[in-house]
C-alpha cells in the first residue's frame, strides 16, 4: 500500500501501540492521543483485524475493548498472549463500567489494567506511559 | 485489511500520491524556479530533460509565470507542442513541507507539434545536436496531441480536487477527533462526579478533588467554588471557598468569590467577563477574561464556580464555559442532596429526642437521663478508640435505650418504696418492648442490640438474655456502663444521688461483674466534666419546666 510505504523511516522508530476497538469514535481519539503522545497507533475494528496487525510487526502495548462482537477481548487477549514475543506484552482493557471482568493478572488473558468507559483518554495515556516505563522493562527482564 | 488511516500530515501523502499518479502515467514532473529555470524531478528520458532544462523554455517560462499562480491545473503551452498542467504547489514533495511559494511544479508533457516545430531546431543548432537523429531517438511513443494534453489536464484536475477533498476530511476528522477527546475527558469528569456524590465522602473534599479535576480538565488557569453563606440549611458549607490551580493573583482571586456571590446573585446562565479591569485589577494581568458559573436548584443561588484565563493566554471561549456549566450542575445537586440530607438528619434526631423527652417526662427523676446516658455513650466509644461512624451510632442508641418504658405503668416507675417482684419483672420488660418499638424503623435497625442488652451483666445474670461476657453485644456494654453510672449520680425516688467518687468506686469493684473490665478502664479515665455540664443544664430545664 503506497501511504504504508510513504511513512518514511522516521515513523518505525516510534513506538506501536495496538487498539481494537470496534467503536470507530475510540479508536480515533485513543489514536488521536496516542500519537499526540508520540507513539504510533495500530487500529483494529475487531479481534481478527488485530491479529493480522500484530502478525506484521509486534506492538510494544495492546488497548483491546472488552464487549466486541464476533471475537470478544478476552479470546482476542488470549489469542495474542500465543503469539511469541507477546506472552509479556502489557494489555490494557477497555470495558463498560461495572461489567463483570476478569482483575488485572487474574486468568489466562494477564491484564495489566482494566479502564473503565467512559475514560479519560489523557488518563489512559499516563497509563500506557507507566506501562511502558523503562524500569518495567528492567523487571520483565 | 481495512484498517483505518489515520495520519493526518498537512495533506503531504496526497500530494506526493499525485506525484506517483502523473509519474506512473509516464509524465516526467518538473520543478520550475521563479527565474523559469525547470527541473526534472521524476524519472525522465534523455530528450525529455534536454527539453526541461533547456534555456528556451525557461525563456518561454519566465514571461508566463503568474498562470501557475491563478490557475492551478491550468494546461500551459509556453512552446508549440511542450504542455505544462500546473500541480498544486504546496503538497509535492513530503520531505520539504514549506517551499517556496514561488517554486511551482507542473506535469511536463510533449506532442508532435514540438517535433515538428521551429523550436527543436533551435534546441539542436544551439546544443550542436543533428537535429535528424535527435528527432529519430525521440520517443514517439510518448507524444500526445493537444486534446490530449487537454483531457490529461482535466484528469489531474479531478484527481486534485479528490485529493484536496480528502485532506479537508482529514482535517475535518481530525478536529472532529480532539473535540471528541475533549468530551471524553468531560463524560469521564461528569461520569468521575456523579459516583462519588453518591459516597458517603464528606463535602469538603468532593468539591475539593471536582474543583482540582475540573481545573485539571478544563483550560482554565484556575478555578474557585464560592458556597452561598446565607443558607442555613447548608450548615457548615455555608461561605466556604475552594482555589484549584494558580491564579496570577492569589489573594485576588480568593477575596473574588464572596463579592461574586452578591455582585451576580441574579446571573441565570454561566458568563463570561473579557474586560476584568474594574472587577478584578490585579487578576486582569494575568487573566484575559473571567467565567462565571451560579449554581442554582429551583432557582435558588447555593453557590458560584468561577475561574480564570486560559492556559494558552486567550480569551475564553463558550466551549469552556459549556464543561464548567454541566460540571457546576453537578455541584449544584451535590449541594441540594447535601441540604436534603441534613433535613432528613434534622427531622431524624428531632424525632428521636422528642421521643426521648417524652419517656423522659414519664418519671421526672429520670428528666435528662437518656441525653446524659447518649453522650456519656459516645465519649465512651471514642475513648475506646471506636470509629466516628459507630461512636454517632452508639450515641443515637443511647438516646431510645429506655424508649421501652411507655409500656411500663407509671405506678411502677414512679414507686417510692421497694417494688414487688411481679413489679420488677414489669420493669425487666423495658428493652424488650423498647426493641420491638423500634425494630420496624429500617434506620434504627442497628441500634436494637444497645436497647435490648444495656441491661445485661459481664457475669451473666443480667437481663433480658443473661448473655454473658463478650457475647454481650459492643452496643449494650458501652450503654449498659453509661447507664448505671448516670442511675448512681442522679437522685431516684428510692435514694439519693452518690458522691462521685463513690460511684467511680462502684464501678471499679464491678468491672468483670456487671462491666466489661476493659470498658471499665478506659471509662474511669473519661473526663467527666461535660457530663456534669449536662446534669447542671438538665437541673436547670426541669426547674424551668415545673415552675
Known amino acids: 500500500m503506497l501511504c504504508t510505504d510513504l511513512r518514511g523511516s522516521a515513523m518505525n522508530d516510534k513506538t506501536r501501540i495496538l487498539i481494537c476497538d470496534d467503536e470507530t469514535h475510540i479508536l480515533h481519539v485513543v489514536g488521536l492521543n496516542l500519537r499526540s503522545a508520540g507513539y504510533e497507533p495500530v487500529l483494529a475494528a475487531n479481534g481478527e483485524q488485530a491479529l493480522e496487525a500484530v502478525a506484521q510487526s509486534p506492538p510494544a502495548l495492546c488497548v483491546i475493548d472488552h464487549q466486541m462482537p464476533g471475537m470478544t477481548g478476552s479470546e482476542l487477549c488470549r489469542r495474542l498472549r500465543a503469539f511469541p514475543g507477546l506472552e509479556a506484552t502489557p494489555i490494557v482493557m477497555l470495558t463498560a463500567a461495572d461489567f463483570r471482568m476478569p482483575r488485572p493478572g487474574d486468568g489466562d488473558e494477564q491484564l495489566s489494567a482494566v479502564v473503565g468507559k467512559p475514560f479519560s483518554p489523557k488518563a489512559l495515556i499516563e497509563l500506557i506511559q507507566s506501562l511502558l516505563a523503562p524500569s518495567r522493562i528492567g523487571e520483565d527482564q | ?547
Not at chain 2, 545536436?129 to 484528469?155: G, K, M, N, P, V
Not at chain 2, 471528541?180 to 456524590?197: A, D, P, T
Request: charged share 25%.
Open chain 2, 1 to 547: 485489511m481495512t484498517r483505518i488511516d489515520l495520519h493526518i500530515h498537512s495533506g503531504g501523502v496526497s500530494g506526493r500520491r499525485l506525484v506517483e499518479r502523473v509519474a506512473a502515467l509516464g509524465f516526467p514532473v518538473v520543478r520550475i524556479d521563479p527565474d523559469g529555470h525547470a527541473k526534472a524531478t521524476a524519472p525522465c528520458s534523455w530528450f525529455e530533460r534536454t527539453v526541461i532544462e533547456s534555456a528556451d523554455l525557461a525563456r518561454a517560462l519566465r514571461g508566463s509565470m503568474e498562470q501557475f499562480d491563478n490557475k492551478n491545473q491550468a494546461l500551459l503551452q509556453p512552446i508549440p507542442g511542450v504542455y505544462l498542467v500546473a500541480l498544486p504547489p504546496r503538497y509535492t514533495e513530503p520531505n520539504d513541507l514549506t517551499p517556496p511559494v514561488e517554486t511551482r511544479y507542473a506535469a511536463f508533457m510533449l506532442g508532435q507539434e514540438f517535433i515538428d516545430g521551429e523550436a527543436l531546431r533551435r534546441l539542436c543548432d544551439r546544443a550542436q545536436l543533428d537535429w535528424d537523429a535527435t528527432r529519430q531517438r525521440a520517443d514517439i511513443q510518448r507524444l500526445i496531441t493537444a486534446a490530449e494534453a487537454q483531457r490529461l489536464s482535466h484528469a489531474l484536475h479531478w484527481m486534485q480536487e479528490d485529493a484536496s477533498g480528502r485532506r479537508v476530511q482529514r482535517e475535518e476528522l481530525h478536529s472532529l477527533s480532539e473535540e471528541l477527546s475533549n468530551n471524553y475527558e468531560e463524560l469521564s469528569l461528569i461520569y468521575k462526579l456523579s459516583h462519588s456524590m453518591t459516597l458517603n465522602q464528606p463535602a469538603e473534599e468532593f468539591f475539593r478533588e471536582a474543583c482540582a479535576e475540573l481545573h485539571e480538565v478544563s483550560s482554565l488557569n484556575w478555578i474557585g467554588l464560592e458556597i452561598v453563606g446565607n443558607q442555613p440549611r447548608l450548615k457548615e458549607l455555608q461561605g466556604q471557598s475552594y482555589l484549584a490551580g494558580r491564579p496570577g493573583a492569589p489573594g485576588e482571586a480568593e477575596r473574588l468569590g464572596p463579592r461574586l456571590v452578591l455582585d451576580y446573585a441574579d446571573l441565570r446562565e454561566p458568563a463570561i467577563i473579557d474586560d476584568t479591569t474594574s472587577l478584578c485589577p490585579e487578576l486582569s494581568a494575568h487573566d484575559k477574561s473571567l467565567l462565571i458559573v451560579p449554581l442554582r436548584r429551583d432557582g435558588v443561588l447555593l453557590g458560584m464556580l468561577f475561574g480564570g484565563g486560559r492556559r494558552d493566554g486567550e480569551y475564553l471561549t463558550s466551549i469552556d464555559a459549556k464543561l464548567c456549566a454541566s460540571i457546576s450542575n453537578n455541584l449544584a445537586i451535590f449541594l441540594e442532596n447535601f441540604m436534603l440530607f441534613e433535613d432528613a438528619q434534622t427531622l431524624f434526631l428531632g424525632t428521636l429526642h422528642a421521643l426521648t423527652r417524652a419517656i423522659d417526662a414519664k418519671d421526672s427523676y429520670t428528666f435528662g437521663h437518656s441525653e446524659r446516658v447518649a453522650a456519656l455513650s459516645k465519649t465512651l466509644a471514642r475513648a475506646a478508640d471506636l470509629d466516628e461512624a459507630t461512636a454517632e451510632r452508639i450515641y443515637l442508641s443511647g438516646l431510645v435505650h429506655d424508649v421501652g418504658k411507655i409500656g411500663v405503668p407509671e405506678a411502677v416507675l414512679c414507686k417510692a418504696g421497694r417494688l414487688t417482684d411481679q413489679e420488677f419483672e414489669s420493669i425487666k420488660m423495658h428493652p424488650a418492648i423498647g426493641a420491638g418499638i423500634i425494630r420496624d424503623i429500617r434506620q434504627m435497625e442497628d441500634l436494637i442490640p444497645g436497647v435490648l442488652h444495656h441491661h445485661e451483666r459481664w457475669d451473666g445474670r443480667g437481663y433480658p438474655h443473661r448473655l454473658t461476657g463478650l457475647d454481650i453485644p459492643l452496643f449494650g456494654r458501652v450503654i449498659g456502663l453509661a447507664d448505671a453510672f448516670d442511675a448512681m449520680s442522679s437522685n431516684r425516688t428510692y435514694r439519693s444521688a452518690l458522691e462521685h467518687p463513690r460511684v467511680l468506686e462502684e464501678i471499679r469493684l464491678n468491672r468483670g461483674t456487671q462491666f466489661d473490665p476493659e470498658l471499665a478502664d478506659v471509662f474511669l479515665n473519661l473526663d467527666f466534666e461535660p457530663y456534669f455540664d449536662m446534669i447542671r443544664r438538665h437541673r436547670a430545664e426541669k426547674g424551668l419546666g415545673s415552675a
